[in-house]
């Protein structure tokens, strides 16, 4: 069935470094959202992006679809301990039924 | 107000025995999930129901039943528990079922099997 690779499956940081995590699919996606779940806590939805070479921010978090919409990133500027967490990328089956398929997750460590 | 809650929220029994988590959500969501996250974080969908019908069953172990007795609530039944069902399970909701549709997710059950 459908995957959306993600890496890299952890990732520690200092505070005020930054930090980049990766979606691919070997297959075109209609969308990708991405997620983050707190330590203990569940997953709450970020962001959705749905046109190629789409590119959207939120304060330190800039997020991008590929051209090809085979792939997508999420990049945090300067971190901060707040930001510690596993970042899940989603993307919806094709055809069939409606199923979000999610990721492994990158977990996010930030040494302060 | 919660959007999304579950309950318990701990669940701790032996195996072999029958045990039941319940979920509800007051968005008004016409979709609801199970998933079922292990111990490394991996995040994957068990079932899905669209206006209390059945529309995603994975491939689950018979001993799963979900029932939704009204789209508002999604509860899920677990027979003869097994050592391999200790996991956290999340129940999620979103407004339809289609491909934009983002998902509202409870705070979770750890379910833990001895």
């Known amino acids: 069935g459908q995957q959306v690779m993600q890496i890299p499956q952890y990732q520690h940081v200092q505070e005020g470094e930054d930090f980049t995590t990766y979606c691919n699919s070997s297959?075109?996606?209609?969308?990708i959202q991405w997620y983050k779940q707190r330590p203990g806590g569940h997953p709450v939805f970020l962001i959705q992006l749905v046109k190629s070479g789409e590119v959207k921010k939120q304060k330190r978090l800039t997020f991008q679809f590929g051209e090809a919409k085979k792939n997508s990133s999420l990049h945090i500027t300067a971190t901060q301990t707040t930001d510690v967490g596993t970042y899940f990328c989603?993307?919806?089956?094709?055809?069939?039924?409606?199923?979000?398929?999610f990721g492994k997750g990158t977990k996010l460590t930030v040494n302060p | 107000d919660t959007a999304v809650s579950q309950t318990p929220k701990y669940l701790v029994t032996q195996m072999g025995n029958d045990k039941s988590i319940k979920c509800e959500q007051n968005l008004g969501h016409d979709t609801m999930y199970w998933y079922k996250q292990d111990s490394k974080k991996f995040l994957k969908i068990m079932f899905s129901?669209?206006?209390?019908?059945?529309?995603i069953n994975e491939t689950v172990p018979n001993r799963f039943s979900p029932k939704s007795p009204d789209k508002a609530h999604l509860n899920l039944h677990i027979n003869s528990l097994e050592l391999g069902d200790s996991a956290v399970y999340f129940c999620a909701s979103s407004r339809d079922r289609g491909r934009t549709d983002t998902q509202y997710f409870g705070p979770g059950t750890r379910l833990t099997v001895l």
């Open positions: 297959t075109t996606l209609s969308n």
């Open positions: 989603a993307a919806p089956t094709q055809g069939g039924s409606e199923k979000l398929v």
């Open positions: 129901y669209n206006n209390k019908e059945l529309i």
